[in-house]
Antibody, heavy 118, light 107 residues
Framework: QITLKESGPTLVNPTQTLTLTCTFS??????????VGWIRQSPGKALEWLAL???????RYRPSLKSTFTITKDTSKNQVVLTMTNMDPVDTATYYC??????????WGQGTLVTVSS | DIQMTQYPSSVSASVGDRVTITCRAS??????LAWYQQKPGKVPKLLIY???TLQSGVPSRFSGSGSGTDFTLTISSLQPEDFATYYC?????????FGQGTRLEIK
């Protein structure tokens, strides 16, 4: 059974760096074709794909955010980490990590609400 | 980026009704399209992928069709638990993009 869970701060100040960790089980990011993505959802808004990391360590980012986002993996801990620099109030959202299959997301974490405010 | 536009933005329907939601891509995505259901305060749930393949455990009243730029999600007979917001998502090219959502409400 695949499970994922996000963790990290719930409140960050503007301009700070946010680090979110996705801890997963039921699959391995050392297995070919496996990937984990991050998606966010601002309050009352639609879903927005942010980044993706493959078993091969290939990484993909939303172009408009590429300069501020970094995605990494720690296969020994079954974790994927998303780092976002220079946080802004518009980045206030629920952040989800999800397991990718054929480009789609079949298992999602519960999400973590991050508020950017001073 | 490929823009995904859903029609309608909201729809009211009754239990037992047949409902169709449309998703249009700004350029062809082949069959690289999924549909998700999200209830208030809950995590999105994958319903259909590859345009028409039902995800395991999803009731058969849900179906998807289409290819290229035009896709539909159909619920053949609405059940009380189906009232939610539905999103389409393309996986043809990066960045993956979602539609703006269609809210399905009780009439």
């Amino acid at each position: 059974q695949i499970t994922l869970k996000e963790s990290g701060p719930t409140l960050v100040n503007p301009t700070q760096t946010l680090t979110l960790t996705c801890t997963f089980s039921g699959f391995s990011l050392t297995t070919s074709e496996e990937a984990v993505g991050w998606i966010r959802q601002s309050p009352g808004k639609a879903l927005e794909w942010l980044a993706l990391i493959y078993w091969s360590d290939e990484k993909r980012y939303r172009p408009s955010l590429k300069s501020t986002f970094t995605i990494t993996k720690d296969t020994s801990k079954n974790q994927v980490v998303l780092t976002m620099t220079n946080m802004d109030p518009v980045d206030t959202a629920t952040y989800y990590c999800a397991h990718r299959i054929q480009g789609f997301f079949d298992y999602w974490g519960q999400g973590t609400l991050v508020t950017v405010s001073s | 980026d490929i823009q995904m536009t859903q029609y309608p933005s909201s729809v009211s329907a009754s239990v037992g009704d047949r409902v169709t939601i449309t998703c249009r891509a700004s350029q062809g995505v082949s069959n690289r399209l999924a549909w998700y259901q999200q209830k208030p305060g809950k995590v999105p749930k994958l319903l259909i992928y590859a345009a028409s393949t039902l995800q395991s455990g999803v009731p058969s009243r849900f179906s998807g069709s289409g290819s290229g730029t035009d896709f539909t999600l159909t619920i053949s007979s609405l059940q009380p638990e189906d009232f939610a917001t539905y999103y389409c998502q393309q996986a043809k090219s990066y960045p993956y993009t979602f539609g703006q959502g269609t809210r399905l409400e009780i009439k």
